[in-house]
T-cell receptor, first 115, second 113 residues
Framework: NAGVTQTPKFRVLKTGQSMTLLCAQD?????MYWYRQDPGMGLRLIHY???????AKGEVPDGYNVSRLKKQNFLLGLESAAPSQTSVYFC??????????????FGEGSRLTVL | KQEVTQIPAALSVPEGENLVLNCSFT??????LQWFRQDPGKGLTSLLL?????REQTSGRLNASLDKSSGRSTLYIAASQPGDSATYLC????????????FGAGTRLAVHP
């Protein structure tokens, strides 16, 4: 019973490099989210998806892109990494209702450091 | 601006104490409120989900209450144990769309033997 799985768990990048974080869920949830967590700031929403083939911007989308080609996968891309993107990234999927009405299930996080 | 505030930011208690964590929010128009637990270096685990029509939810030693009119929720932990040590986050889903789930910064709890 995997739930929400994120890969990789750790990554170190140099400024300007690109990378993709993968989130996979096996609960057949429609709604998926990418958050970043920074000390003292709680979690902030980067992008979200309400179903396969759809994506939308959250609170802090600049510098990130996402894709949801398959229902179970939600990818977060950094085209040109910046030190300000050093953070812990969490993926979540949402049960029933969606749109903030259901229960969220989180992955274990991906710790990214940009030098 | 819709905000979620958690007080205190950190709390240290001896084992066996009953304790209360607080969460306040600025807008009473909400879908639901969730309490999460986060262990160091780990993801968030949902503890309790309270829908806007409910006043409280209970799970084992945990009880969460919701008072929309005053914009407050409390998480009550009975007979605390060292294994309860973690950061507890409150998240409020405000009415108005998918991107309206706002997290508090959390309360870091340490229960010492």
């Amino acid at each position: 019973n995997a739930g929400v799985t994120q890969t990789p768990k750790f990554r170190v990048l140099k400024t300007g490099q690109s990378m993709t974080l993968l989130c996979a869920q096996d609960m057949n949830h429609e709604y998926m989210y990418w958050y970043r967590q920074d000390p003292g700031m709680g979690l902030r929403l980067i992008h979200y998806s309400v179903g396969e083939g759809t994506t939308a911007k959250g609170e802090v989308p600049d510098g990130y892109n996402v894709s949801r080609l398959k229902k179970q996968n939600f990818l977060l891309g950094l085209e040109s990494a910046a030190p300000s993107q050093t953070s812990v990234y969490f993926c979540a999927s949402e049960s029933f209702g969606g749109a903030g009405t259901g229960e969220l299930f989180f992955g274990e996080g991906s710790r990214l450091t940009v030098l | 601006k819709q905000e979620v505030t958690q007080i205190p930011a950190a709390l240290s208690v001896p084992e066996g104490e009953n304790l209360v964590l607080n969460c306040s929010f600025t807008d009473s128009a909400i879908y639901n409120l969730q309490w999460f637990r986060q262990d160091p270096g780990k993801g968030l685990t949902s503890l309790l989900l309270i829908q806007s029509s409910q006043r409280e939810q209970t799970s084992g030693r945990l009880n969460a209450s919701l008072d929309k009119s005053s914009g407050r929720s409390t998480l009550y932990i009975a007979a605390s144990q060292p294994g309860d040590s973690a950061t507890y986050l409150c998240a409020v889903s405000f009415s108005g769309g998918y991107n309206k789930l706002i997290f508090g910064a959390g309360t870091r709890l340490a229960v010492h033997p």
